[in-house]
């Protein structure tokens, strides 16, 4: 089966940086989605990785690595309006998405 | 501004009612995606659209369907509510950028009774 594992919740502190993990067993890989999705409201895109490396945008970036199904999610100088949950999907072989049932991200001031 | 909305936005129904979800976008995306949305699992595919009177099944579409009569709306019917139908429902489209990410609507949160 198809399947994406993230953390449940992880907390840090305000200011930090917080590395949020995605590990994914799919039939076949087309990229990878993180989404970023505030309590109550729907998911807006972050990023997408289709190669190996890393990709910046500020203060969060994303890292793929396709050999070890694995990929990480970094946000950067914490805010407390970074609290929210962040999901990775990875498009399947049939350009399916696949997503993962998300990290809850605690921030203490 | 382009933009996906659902309606209602909040919808109580007892069990065995059909009930209708509305899915309306005005980015003229060929591609539409409903989901539902539980404590502990990711987002779940219940059907998709590549376009006008394209259909296809995703992984939970048992007690569900979908039409697509124009670009716009693919609404979510549910044929006979049932307890295990209580969720967030989110709708999606995908647009042509590089990235081909999808963008949500609001939501709609069902309560069956």
């Known amino acids: 089966g198809q399947n994406i594992d993230q953390p449940t919740e992880m907390t840090a502190t305000e200011g930090a940086i917080v590395q949020i993990n995605c590990t994914y067993q799919t039939s076949g890989f087309n990229g990878l989605f993180w989404y970023q999705q505030h309590a109550g409201e729907a998911p807006t895109f972050l990023s997408y990785?289709?190669l190996d490396g890393l990709e910046e945008k500020g203060r969060f970036s994303s890292f793929l690595s396709r050999s070890k199904g694995y990929s990480y999610l970094l946000l950067k100088e914490l805010q407390m309006k970074d609290s929210a949950s962040y999901l990775c999907a990875v498009i399947d072989s049939n350009y399916q998405l696949i997503w993962g049932a998300g990290t809850k991200l605690i921030i203490k001031p | 501004d382009a933009e996906i909305t659902q309606s209602p936005r909040h919808k109580i129904t007892e069990t065995g009612r059909q009930v209708t979800l509305a899915c309306h976008q005005t980015?003229?995306?060929?591609?539409m995606f409903w989901y539902r949305q539980d404590l502990g699992h990711g987002l779940r595919l219940i059907h998709y659209s590549y376009g006008v009177h394209d259909t296809n099944k995703g992984e939970v579409s048992d007690g569900y369907s979908v039409s697509r009569s124009n670009t716009e709306d693919l609404p979510l019917t549910l044929e006979s509510a049932a307890s295990s139908q209580t969720s967030v429902y989110f709708c999606?489209?995908?647009?042509?950028?590089?990235?081909?990410?999808?963008?949500f609507g609001p939501g709609t949160r069902l309560t069956v009774l």
């Open positions: 990785n289709v």
């Open positions: 980015w003229n995306h060929n591609n």
């Open positions: 999606a489209s995908t647009g042509t950028s590089d990235y081909n990410e999808q963008f």
